[in-house]
């Protein structure tokens, strides 16, 4: 009962916040300089070409009244038109939300598989060759550009052993699946060295604090002691932070769609921003807070899990 | 321990930097324009001719092979189609797709220098201009089968006319009315005279459209859903993904288009459609940087193609704030620009310096008396010093698109050049849009922009810098009243020889007034598989896909 009615809290909370965000990224976007119009027709446009377009577009009304129609429709499920596709913003973000999804699952689950096991070996073998080894991966797995690595996947696995597609997005979910593969181990290098060194400086954290002692004292098997005392509790800061990386990841990695030619959710962003698409930008803006803060709602609520001690 | 570990980290990094440069057959992410020795460009590539028929064998030779050809062709682009519709269409971004399903009356010949009919067998033009006719290609039909009716050509042109969202509306407006008075003959009245009419029947806003279809597929789905008589219809449109074509049945050429399948990749990364052809998921690879080609030409299963381009890389300066607001200054920095240096180094030789906006493809109407001075860096700092500066202590800043390498590259080479003759030039790279609102408010000084021309009469171009209201004389700010009262002139003009003379002269005041400083007109470059046959593109940019054939 105490947890429906912070989770209903803290669902309400979400209005302000969001209505806040609405009102933000309305004004932000018209604050920088360009012209949608002006942007759309390129920079031989005939001047009456622009002005007759901005018409059309609706740019010039009132801005409190720009404000309010796009209001009126979000709340009635209507996220707009695109200023530069002509088409409804909800036939162009659903296709391309499946896609940054799926990278983003992908991308986790391999952080997942390959962080969790090295950083706890590392933080068991602390200060030994394996633990050192480990660390130094990291490091370079972070200090490498994901362009790069991307690229030279796609040399490797791609041109040279034809194992997957060199970029673009397959047509069956075979296709789709393997086409993510790429993309997904290049993504998850950052986030990987960022949980595995995460997760072996809990495990060795945990592992001299004096229950782990007295579990051990008490004749609890080495395995039980590994999974239940330091491992459970080394994972409750490293699944938050797998929790946060994962809501950054939803933003859409503009690098890795771009290298990769997926038409993923962080390209709609950044193209809709070059284009001045207001509708796109603000519909995205949107739901990417809504992400984030249902994100942050269940990494809190996670945390109650992993550890007991924390109450709702 | 420390130092094994340091030694391993090392030896990580020179690894990965090895792999990463990998050998000269490997490819390499593409590096920015750095000084080259020019290549020379290759000559444009002549259309291949299918293989003949393998002949019979004889008993004392052996047979040999008939070659096959694969059914599907794909073509890596960097951008998608925005619209699909000729009348929403914004310019080769749209064209480059639109031109395998619609045609035109006319169209430039691959090398612009004349008309060709398409849809059009023969033409003629009324004394008074005002009254065009066309004998139409018998049976034209299109894609699904229907006859392409005297309404349909009506409907098309006066959408092409009054649809208020076109941005081309400027090469239709003229158009008064539009009839069938007799079999395969279309007859179109203009309003009033205008001599470029000719050239912009070849525009994309002017094609035949079914109206039945648009009736029935409604305004919003026409965007996605185009029915024309080109060679080709359109099966599937998966924005920024692929679109894939197939063979119209009904097209009036019989065999053509030779292949019957088209597909478009969409690759938004150059390094990645790079590896797309090395790795044979695409065929051809259009307008790939010219820093690429090298790596093209390396590959034992890929070669470049270049073709020449009405592509013009233009300087503009801002002609009413400091520093250019002087002639004097504009005169001099004449003189210490080195366009062939700026081709050589931005363009690796794929381009040529010229001195007037208008394309040399454009014959008569293109001055060739204009030349730009012999390089002279001490000159052009006399001329400096004698209007009144001292060089070294006078400078100024470009503004180029942060998003297109080759402008920053073109202001690099310029900054150097200018600061042999004491004026020190700053390069500031902007967003497209925010460049776009900098130069449409007049309140940059300089900016590199570029101009193609499709057709074959510089009446574009002429409109878009001599007509003040359209664009402040192309972002100079230069407002010369008789240079603008020439123009209109000249698209009244009916007699060749004078409209001839008349946009001579206009190029000559152009040239004079130093703003509007012409660079280079660069090739278009493409990366082709050694499987592809009878690759041409226009100097407007259009690919003969209908003639593109791919060996098995």
Same mark, same amino acid.
């Given at each position: 009962?105490?947890?429906?009615?912070?989770?209903?809290?803290?669902?309400?909370?979400?209005?302000?916040?969001?209505?806040?965000?609405?009102?933000?990224?309305?004004?932000?976007?018209?604050?920088?300089?360009?012209?949608?119009?002006? #942007?759309?027709?390129?920079?031989?446009?005939?001047?009456?070409?622009?002005?007759?377009?901005?018409?059309?577009?609706?740019?010039?009304?009132?801005?409190? #009244?720009?404000?309010?129609?796009?209001?009126?429709?979000?709340?009635?499920?209507?996220?707009?038109?695109?200023?530069?596709?002509?088409?409804?913003?909800?036939?162009?973000?659903?296709?391309?939300?499946?896609?940054?999804?799926?990278? #983003?699952?992908?991308?986790?689950?391999?952080?997942?598989?390959?962080?969790?096991?090295?950083?706890?070996?590392?933080?068991?073998?602390?200060?030994?060759?394996?633990?050192?080894?480990?660390?130094?991966?990291?490091?370079?797995?972070?200090?490498?550009?994901?362009?790069?690595?991307?690229?030279?996947?796609?040399?490797?696995?791609?041109?040279?052993?034809?194992?997957?597609?060199?970029?673009?997005?397959?047509?069956?979910?075979?296709?789709?699946?393997?086409?993510?593969?790429?993309?997904?181990?290049?993504?998850?290098?950052?986030?990987?060295?960022?949980?595995?060194?995460?997760?072996?400086?809990?495990?060795?954290?945990?592992?001299?604090?004096?229950?782990?002692?007295?579990?051990?004292?008490?004749?609890?098997?080495?395995?039980?002691?590994?999974?239940?005392?330091?491992?459970?509790?080394?994972?409750?800061?490293?699944?938050?932070?797998?929790?946060?990386?994962?809501?950054?990841? %939803?933003?859409?990695?503009?690098?890795?769609?771009?290298?990769?030619? %997926?038409?993923?959710?962080?390209?709609?962003?950044?193209?809709?921003?070059?284009?001045?698409?207001?509708?796109?930008?603000?519909?995205?803006?949107?739901?990417?807070?809504?992400?984030?803060?249902?994100?942050?709602?269940?990494?809190?609520?996670?945390?109650?899990?992993?550890?007991?001690?924390?109450?709702? | 321990?420390?130092?094994?570990?340091?030694?391993?980290? +090392?030896?990580?990094?020179?690894?990965?930097?090895?792999?990463?440069?990998?050998?000269?057959?490997?490819?390499?992410?593409?590096?920015?324009?750095?000084?080259?020795?020019?290549?020379?460009?290759?000559?444009?590539?002549?259309?291949?001719?299918?293989?003949?028929?393998?002949?019979?064998?004889?008993?004392?030779?052996?047979?040999?092979?008939?070659?096959?050809?694969?059914?599907?062709?794909?073509?890596?682009?960097?951008?998608?189609?925005?619209?699909?519709?000729?009348?929403?269409?914004?310019?080769?971004?749209?064209?480059?797709?639109?031109?395998?399903?619609?045609?035109?009356?006319?169209?430039?010949?691959?090398?612009?220098?004349?008309?060709?009919?398409?849809?059009?067998?023969?033409?003629?033009?009324?004394?008074?201009?005002?009254?065009?006719?066309?004998?139409?290609?018998?049976?034209?039909?299109?894609?699904?089968?229907?006859?392409?009716?005297?309404?349909?050509?009506?409907?098309?042109?006066?959408?092409?006319?009054?649809?208020?969202?076109?941005? +081309?509306?400027?090469?239709?407006?003229?158009?008064?009315?539009?009839?069938?008075?007799?079999?395969?003959?279309?007859?179109?009245?203009?309003?009033?005279?205008?001599?470029?009419?000719?050239?912009?029947?070849?525009?994309?806003?002017?094609?035949?459209?079914?109206?039945?279809?648009?009736?029935?597929?409604?305004?919003?789905?026409?965007?996605?859903?185009?029915?024309?008589?080109?060679?080709?219809?359109?099966?599937?449109?998966?924005?920024?993904?692929?679109?894939?074509?197939?063979?119209?049945?009904?097209?009036?050429?019989?065999?053509?288009?030779?292949?019957?399948?088209?597909?478009?990749?969409?690759?938004?990364?150059?390094?990645?459609?790079?590896?797309?052809?090395?790795?044979?998921?695409?065929?051809?690879?259009?307008?790939?940087?010219?820093?690429?080609? +090298?790596?093209?030409?390396?590959?034992?299963?890929?070669?470049?193609?270049?073709?020449?381009?009405?592509?013009?890389?233009?300087?503009?300066?801002?002609?009413?704030?400091?520093?250019?607001?002087?002639?004097?200054?504009?005169?001099?920095?004449?003189?210490?620009?080195?366009?062939?240096?700026?081709?050589?180094?931005?363009?690796?030789?794929?381009?040529?310096?010229?001195?007037?906006?208008?394309?040399?493809?454009?014959?008569?109407?293109?001055?060739?008396?204009?030349?730009?001075?012999?390089?002279?860096?001490?000159?052009?700092?006399?001329?400096?010093?004698?209007?009144?500066?001292?060089?070294?202590?006078?400078?100024?800043?470009?503004?180029?698109? +942060?998003?297109?390498?080759?402008?920053?590259?073109?202001?690099?080479?310029?900054?150097?050049?200018?600061?042999?003759?004491?004026?020190?030039?700053?390069?500031?790279?902007?967003?497209?849009?925010?460049?776009?609102?900098?130069?449409?408010?007049?309140?940059?000084?300089?900016?590199?922009?570029?101009?193609?021309?499709?057709?074959?009469?510089?009446?574009?171009?002429?409109?878009?810098?001599?007509?003040?209201?359209?664009?402040?004389?192309?972002?100079?700010?230069?407002d010369d009243k008789d240079l603008e009262a020439m123009y209109w002139d000249s698209q009244k003009e009916i007699n060749y020889e004078k409209r001839v003379e008349l946009i001579n002269k206009m190029q000559e005041i152009i040239y004079a007034e130093h703003c509007i400083i012409p660079i280079f007109q660069a090739d278009y470059t493409y990366g082709v598989s050694d499987k592809i046959q009878g690759l041409n593109v226009s100097n407007g940019n259009r690919v003969n896909t209908y003639q593109l054939l791919k060996t098995k």
């Amino acid at each position: 009962m105490a947890q429906l009615n912070y989770l209903f809290k803290r669902l309400l909370q979400m209005i302000p916040v969001l209505f806040f965000v609405t009102v933000l990224i309305f004004t932000m976007i018209r604050l920088i300089p360009g012209d949608p119009a002006r #942007t759309l027709l390129g920079e031989m446009a005939l001047e009456e070409d622009v002005q007759r377009l901005r018409e059309l577009m609706g740019l010039n009304k009132p801005y409190t #009244t720009q404000y309010f129609i796009w209001m009126k429709g979000i709340l009635t499920g209507d996220l707009g038109r695109s200023l530069v596709y002509k088409m409804p913003v909800k036939d162009m973000i659903l296709p391309r939300l499946r896609i940054t999804v799926g990278l #983003t699952f992908l991308s986790m689950i391999f952080a997942v598989i390959l962080s969790f096991p090295l950083g706890y070996m590392a933080g068991k073998n602390k200060d030994k060759f394996g633990d050192q080894f480990i660390r130094v991966t990291a490091l370079a797995a972070i200090s490498m550009p994901s362009f790069w690595v991307g690229l030279l996947l796609m040399i490797l696995f791609g041109v040279k052993l034809h194992w997957f597609p060199v970029g673009g997005w397959g047509e069956t979910p075979a296709e789709q699946f393997r086409s993510l593969v790429l993309p997904a181990l290049t993504s998850c290098l950052m986030t990987t060295a960022l949980l595995m060194r995460n997760l072996r400086n809990s495990v060795v954290d945990i592992s001299i604090l004096d229950y782990v002692d007295f579990a051990r004292s008490k004749g609890i098997t080495e395995t039980r002691v590994s999974t239940m005392h330091i491992l459970r509790n080394a994972l409750i800061t490293t699944v938050t932070l797998l929790m946060m990386r994962m809501a950054w990841m %939803l933003g859409g990695s503009v690098i890795i769609e771009t290298v990769f030619s %997926l038409p993923g959710m962080g390209k709609l962003m950044i193209d809709s921003i070059f284009g001045r698409d207001y509708a796109v930008v603000q519909v995205l803006v949107l739901a990417f807070s809504l992400l984030v803060i249902l994100m942050n709602l269940i990494t809190d609520i996670l945390y109650s899990f992993l550890d007991p001690r924390v109450a709702l | 321990m420390k130092k094994a570990l340091a030694l391993l980290l +090392a030896a990580l990094m020179v690894v990965s930097l090895m792999a990463g440069c990998g050998s000269k057959n490997e490819p390499a992410p593409a590096a920015p324009a750095t000084p080259a020795t020019p290549s020379t460009p290759s000559t444009p590539a002549t259309p291949a001719t299918p293989a003949t028929p393998a002949a019979p064998a004889t008993p004392a030779a052996p047979a040999t092979p008939a070659v096959e050809y694969d059914d599907t062709i794909v073509i890596g682009e960097v951008t998608d189609a925005l619209y699909m519709s000729p009348w929403e269409a914004l310019g080769s971004q749209d064209t480059k797709y639109q031109n395998n399903i619609y045609e035109h009356l006319v169209t430039p010949a691959y090398d612009g220098s004349k008309m060709e009919g398409q849809l059009a067998e023969s033409w003629e033009i009324s004394e008074d201009g005002l009254t065009y006719t066309f004998k139409l290609r018998p049976n034209l039909k299109f894609s699904d089968g229907s006859d392409v009716t005297e309404e349909d050509w009506q409907w098309s042109f006066y959408r092409a006319r009054d649809y208020q969202g076109s941005n +081309a509306l400027t090469r239709s407006e003229m158009i008064d009315t539009v009839s069938m008075p007799e079999k395969d003959t279309l007859v179109i009245t203009l309003k009033y005279a205008c001599p470029p009419f000719i050239s912009y029947c070849s525009s994309y806003n002017l094609v035949v459209a079914s109206k039945k279809h648009f009736e029935e597929v409604g305004e919003e789905k026409f965007i996605e859903s185009p029915m024309g008589t080109g060679p080709y219809f359109m099966t599937e449109w998966k924005r920024n993904e692929h679109m894939y074509f197939e063979a119209n049945p009904y097209y009036w050429n019989e065999g053509e288009p030779k292949t019957k399948y088209l597909k478009y990749n969409i690759v938004s990364d150059e390094n990645t459609r790079y590896l797309q052809l090395q790795g044979g998921t695409i065929d051809l690879a259009p307008m790939i940087p010219n820093t690429m080609m +090298a790596q093209v030409e390396a590959d034992p299963n890929l070669h470049g193609e270049t073709f020449p381009s009405t592509q013009i890389r233009t300087m503009v300066l801002n002609t009413t704030i400091a520093p250019f607001n002087d002639p004097k200054l504009r005169e001099a920095l004449r003189y210490a620009t080195d366009k062939q240096e700026i081709a050589n180094i931005v363009a690796l030789g794929y381009a040529k310096p010229v001195a007037s906006s208008i394309p040399s493809a454009h014959g008569d109407f293109f001055n060739k008396n204009i030349k730009d001075p012999e390089v002279d860096y001490e000159k052009a700092k006399q001329m400096l010093i004698d209007a009144g500066y001292t060089p070294g202590q006078i400078g100024g800043v470009i503004n180029v698109s +942060a998003t297109q390498a080759i402008y920053t590259d073109i202001a690099t080479v310029l900054k150097s050049q200018w600061a042999k003759a004491g004026f020190e030039l700053t390069i500031e790279p902007l967003e497209s849009a925010t460049l776009s609102e900098k130069t449409h408010s007049l309140s940059h000084q300089a900016c590199i922009y570029q101009w193609t021309d499709g057709g074959t009469d510089p009446a574009s171009l002429l409109g878009f810098i001599c007509d003040y209201t359209e664009s402040s004389h192309w972002y100079t700010g230069l407002d010369d009243k008789d240079l603008e009262a020439m123009y209109w002139d000249s698209q009244k003009e009916i007699n060749y020889e004078k409209r001839v003379e008349l946009i001579n002269k206009m190029q000559e005041i152009i040239y004079a007034e130093h703003c509007i400083i012409p660079i280079f007109q660069a090739d278009y470059t493409y990366g082709v598989s050694d499987k592809i046959q009878g690759l041409n593109v226009s100097n407007g940019n259009r690919v003969n896909t209908y003639q593109l054939l791919k060996t098995k």
